[in-house]
């Protein structure tokens, strides 16, 4: 859920963001507030997770490929 503070210029979205985490509870106010996303928020939702079995299927065609 997005939130933002009286005092901030930016809204936060991520859980793991230090600065929204800074903030207090009674001062946070949900929505945007029409202020831009926070840089730390907006690199964390753009990370992507490492898919593991993409790598496994490489190795395994190696594997494959060595043996004659």
């Known amino acids: 859920m997005a939130f933002y ?7 936060h979205t991520d859980a793991r963001c230090p600065v929204g985490k800074a903030v207090k509870k009674k001062n946070r106010i949900p929505g945007k507030g029409g202020r831009k996303m926070c840089n730390f928020c907006k690199t964390m939702g753009k990370a992507k997770p490492v898919k593991r079995a993409k790598k496994a299927k490489k190795a395994k065609r190696a ?3 060595r043996r004659w």
Do not use: I, W
């Open 63 to 65: 594997k494959k490929r």
């Open 5 to 11: 503070s009286k005092r901030s210029k930016v809204y």
